[in-house]
């Protein structure tokens, strides 16, 4: 059988009718065999409770995991308002799943309580962590570190933030028949896989640089030695008082602050604001250092999707020699609300490099975790907003492609 893989997608607005439709689409495209794993998608305009239930009448009791989206991927392109069911069956893969729980308490721990349970020591080898986290609540990157504390810091993660049509509001991650928020969800994939991966981003720097005087885990507090949202006072020409009210969050997915790569001019990691303290401090969703040198940041149409481009070929480049079964490609919400009606061109983009037939599963995420870069940090993931990541996996001998 090998690896068989199954996509549903659906906008029915009924939800349970959605649900079922999409796991019904799956389940025959892998020829009713087992799945070994469901991974969905759903958009917040659903019902998620009504919309699991009508996906579990047609895969019953098989692993899920997943997490809300403004959209799904897949080889049919971006589609929003959907609910989408991605279903791998494989004699040569096993999955392994797990769930951390409010990390808004405590982002590490439940970074570590989700990859410590997904880890069964009688799975091996270990080949590559699938993680969907609430970006909105607590800090992404000590996620993060709590997966490596499990997985070692150079092991491969790839997946991102939940997120919504609104990008603001509440999000939901599921497990099994779960359904759960201000939480983190993972798939441990084990087995005879390879793994090519790629992230790049296309947001470029606008205006002079800027230095983080005044910072603490997640929160700017001073950017200049001046208060930190006056970065964005000072380039919006808005006071402190319509961020408060409009949510900074709102502004930030567009105009997100970019932190310098170590020893590279040209690379940033970008962080967003979810909101401003009553002291003027900007409260991201990821680390920050003091001393770091930062710019505010723009995106370009062209330049996302050259981005998407790079993205693709650094993937390739991973993996040359192997031929590609199916691809995992997360994208940030920005680069769905700058591309809007023109988001089908970077899906375009990434097919005409890795197989226009190759199956495609992902979604528009709030934040990625991927490798930012194999050649300096030797396949250290990192957090990320703006992004694309991708992902892809090949089973069996070298072959020529």
């Known amino acids: 059988m090998a690896t068989l893989i199954g996509t549903g997608i659906s906008t029915k607005l009924d939800s349970f009718a959605a649900g079922k439709e999409a796991a019904l689409s799956a389940y025959y495209q892998i020829g009713r065999n087992d799945p070994g794993i469901a991974i969905t998608f759903i958009s917040t305009i659903f019902d ?4 699991l239930q009508g ?6 009791d098989a692993k899920l995991i997943g997490c809300s989206s403004a959209g799904s991927i897949s080889t049919y392109g971006p589609k929003r308002y959907s609910v989408a069911v991605f279903i791998i069956s494989s004699d040569s893969i096993e999955f392994t799943c797990g769930m951390g729980l409010e990390i808004s308490k405590n982002s590490r721990l439940a970074g570590h309580q989700a990859s410590k349970q997904a880890s069964d020591p009688a799975h091996k080898p270990k080949q590559v962590y699938m993680l969907f986290s609430d970006s909105f609540s607590g800090n992404s990157t000590n996620i993060l570190r709590g997966a490596q504390e499990t997985l070692g810091t150079s092991f491969p993660i790839i997946g991102g933030g939940a997120c919504n049509t609104e990008c603001i509001k509440k999000t939901y991650q599921y497990i099994g028949s779960e359904i759960k928020t201000d939480s983190v969800t993972g798939v441990l994939f084990s087995g005879d896989i390879k793994l090519g991966m790629g992230q790049s981003s296309g947001w470029q720097p606008i205006g002079k640089p800027h230095k983080i005087t005044k910072a603490k885990s997640n929160i700017i507090k001073e950017i200049d030695k001046k208060i930190a949202v006056e970065l964005y006072e000072e380039y919006f020409e808005k006071p402190f008082e319509q961020f408060q009210q409009e949510r900074i969050c709102k502004l930030g997915i567009s105009y997100p602050v970019g932190l310098r790569w170590p020893g590279d001019s040209k690379k940033y990691l970008t962080r967003v604001p979810l909101k401003t303290e009553d002291s003027g401090s900007l409260v991201m969703n990821g680390d920050v250092r003091e001393g770091q040198d930062i710019s505010l940041m723009i995106g370009d149409k062209e330049a ?21 079964k199916f691809a995992a490609i997360f994208s940030d919400i920005a680069r769905l609300l700058l591309l809007r009606k023109d988001a089908y061109k970077e899906i375009d983009v990434i097919k005409e490099i ?48």
Not at 48 to 51: G, K, N
Not at 55 to 60: F, G, L, N, V
Not at 364 to 386: L, P, R, V
Request: glycine share 8%; net charge negative; with cysteine.
């Open 48 to 51: 998620q409770e009504l919309v």
């Open 55 to 60: 996906i579990r009448s047609i895969i019953k």
């Open 304 to 324: 996302v999707l050259e981005s998407a481009k790079e993205a693709a070929m650094e993937a390739m480049s991973n993996i040359k020699g192997y031929k590609i």
């Open 354 to 401: 890795i197989g226009k037939n190759t199956p495609i599963l992902g979604c528009y995420t709030f934040g990625e975790y991927a490798s930012f870069d194999t050649s300096e940090s030797k396949g250290q993931s990192h957090f990320n907003n703006q992004s694309i990541s991708i992902a892809l996996f090949s089973e069996g001998p070298w072959m020529p492609i």
